[in-house]
């Protein structure tokens, strides 16, 4: 926020704008991608209904193909031409076996020969395809089952060069002797249209194509298919189109989606390629469709934005230059004023910044005089403040001092109560004379000589440790700021105590620029109570400390007022105590040369 707060409103406009064509843009693109992902998903499942109802076709003619298959190995003119041993009921037998092949042929479409071959050198067929057959009978098995093979480049012979060889060893089935013994071998000859069947229909629906792959990964096709061989045996060979993932391939000009399947029975595998952009084609128009959206779009909002501009920056840019004509001293258009043609706002506010130039020189003259009565009033109330809080102070302790002299007068000689009148004489001196800052070594000097007198009083009822460190001696405190704390821990805490007390006072510099001054006894110390009403008081304002309406009373409180009044807030007092133990007050103070920012004067003063 702090980074466009220091562009232009043209900028942030500009990047607001910007940012809405991306939002859109990012909306249309996700859009785009899901319709993309279901149309996908869609064309693999399209897909993949066209392979495995390519696959149903072709199971289901091979099952037309070996029930005609079954149906003349079981021939009872069949299995008896393969076992005749009479030339001339063969011949006869041979005339009929002819016929059913024949008839059969007929039964199937894509059927090219069947061939019917005997182990003692017997065979028929109907289309000359016994050469063909020739290396494929060691091969069969003697278990029934039936037997596929496919057939590259089987001649000029068939109206196909791409062939399937379906053989099955022939059973005897009577009963006897030979009952389910081997007598002979039958091959049907079939085109790749005999498994196919109604493929054909169902790939023109979807202007697709059907291919067999054979085991030597060779494409075995009716039709022309130049060219595509090539590029589906590559994928086959990489075995691309065994992972049921499809695959892209070039042919003819045009890019297709191959997906195979492998048929186990067959030998081969199923392969279906559909045009690419048969599969994307509305996919192409959804993408057409939302690139004229976006275009519209970005046209609409760029002919808003510039409306937005025009009507904003034109009068703002007016007002600015009118603003700086002004600056620069030329008062003469402050009487005419400025008129802004734009949005509501702008034409107020052309209004009202016309009725405050209006009313500027006298409200100036009104308010220079005015700040100076109360940078006065505010003065004078600073130092009244000051000077009735070190009157408060002075009173007070000249009271306890001439009940102390007085208590010295009636047991001890003249001697004591001269030295202590003299020390007297040197306090009251300080506290009335010189400036209200001095240096923490000449207060120092001052709380010596009123230990001095606690000392005639008290004798060796405690004795003081002072340790100051040598840069806090130099530093500026508030006259008569440590004496209150001092006499407050002599008067409440060792006065009561019963044993030999110790009163120690520290000044630290700290590295924050602060003055700690700490003021620690081990007399009576307060009770919690009297600890919690202590901590409220200090709480009070000094301006409900001047006016009596404070609780407490003028030690401890008028020092944190005067502390809070010459540096702020955050300087003042802190006290700990615990009952028997004893008590520990700590002051911080600035230890800079200078005050509190709210009154800065007064530091000189």
Not at 135 to 142: E, V
Not at 331 to 356: C, Q, S
Request: include cysteine.
């Amino acid at each position: 926020m702090a980074l466009l707060r220091k562009l232009t409103i043209r900028s942030q406009l500009t990047l607001i704008a910007l940012a809405l064509a991306l939002i859109v843009l990012i909306i249309l693109s996700a859009s785009y991608l899901q319709m993309a992902k279901i149309i996908q998903s869609n064309n693999n499942k399209a897909t993949s209904d066209l392979i495995l109802q390519m696959k149903q076709t072709i199971y289901a003619n091979k099952d037309v193909l070996e029930r005609l298959m079954t149906n003349i190995a079981f021939n009872a003119d069949v299995q008896s031409f393969l076992l005749e041993e009479d030339k001339v009921q063969r011949f006869l037998l041979s005339k009929r076996v002819e016929s059913l092949l024949v008839n059969t042929r007929t039964l199937k479409e894509g059927i090219l020969d069947i061939l019917l071959l005997g182990h003692e050198g017997r065979w028929m067929d109907i289309g000359g395809g016994r050469r063909l057959t020739t290396p494929y009978q060691g091969r069969l098995t003697d278990e029934g089952a039936f037997q596929y093979y496919t057939v590259q480049d089987a001649g000029d012979q068939y109206s196909t060069t791409s062939l399937f060889l379906i053989g099955v060893n022939i059973k005897y089935a009577q009963p006897g002797e030979r009952f389910n013994a081997s007598i002979g071998t039958l091959f049907f000859v079939v085109s790749p249209k005999a498994l196919m069947g109604g493929i054909s229909s169902i790939s023109q629906e979807m202007n697709s194509q059907a291919f067999f792959m054979d085991q030597e990964d060779r494409v075995i096709a009716s039709g022309d298919t130049a060219g595509l061989e090539k590029e589906l045996e590559e994928l086959y060979t990489q075995r691309a189109l065994t992972n049921h993932d499809e695959q892209e391939l070039q042919w003819d000009g045009r890019t297709y989606m191959a997906k195979g399947e492998y048929l186990p029975e067959l030998k081969s595998s199923i392969v279906s390629i559909i045009p690419k952009d048969v599969l994307m084609r509305d996919l192409n128009f959804i993408r057409i469709f939302f690139s004229i959206i976006f275009v519209l779009g970005g046209i609409v909002m760029l002919v808003l934005f510039a409306i937005l501009t025009n009507n904003i920056l034109l009068p703002l840019k007016k007002l600015m230059m009118y603003m700086n004509t002004i600056k620069h001293g030329n008062l003469d258009k402050l009487k005419h004023g400025i008129d802004l043609d734009g949005y509501v706002e702008i034409t107020v506010m052309a209004n009202e910044f016309n009725k405050m130039m209006n009313q500027i020189d006298t409200l100036t003259k009104e308010l220079l005089d005015a700040n100076t009565a109360l940078l006065g009033a505010e003065l004078e109330r600073k130092q009244a403040e000051l000077s009735y809080l070190r009157s408060q102070i002075n009173p007070h302790f000249l009271y306890n001092t001439l009940e102390m002299i007085k208590g010295m007068a009636a047991v001890k000689g003249a001697q004591e109560i001269r030295a202590s009148a003299a020390a007297l004489a040197s306090i009251f001196r300080y506290s009335i004379k010189g400036d209200g800052m001095v240096p923490l070594q000449t207060e120092l000097s001052i709380i010596e000589s009123y230990l001095h007198i606690q000392r005639l009083r008290f004798g060796s009822r405690f004795h003081v440790e002072l340790d100051a460190e040598e840069a806090a001696l130099d530093c500026l405190v508030p006259k008569m700021i440590l004496q209150p704390i001092v006499e407050n821990a002599v008067y409440h805490g060792l006065e009561l105590k019963e044993k030999q007390g110790l009163l120690r006072i520290q000044a630290v510099k700290s590295t924050a620029d602060d003055l700690i001054l700490i003021v620690e006894d081990d007399g009576v110390g307060m009770e919690p109570d009297r600890l919690e009403w202590l901590k409220s008081m200090l709480l009070e304002s000094s301006q409900d400390l001047l006016s009596g309406k404070g609780k407490g009373s003028i030690g401890f409180a008028n020092v944190n007022a005067r502390i809070k009044l010459m540096y702020g807030s955050k300087y003042g007092l802190a006290v700990r105590s615990v009952a028997g133990k004893g008590t520990w007050v700590q002051l911080t103070l600035s230890a800079k040369a200078g005050v509190h920012h709210e009154d800065k004067s007064i530091a000189g003063r």
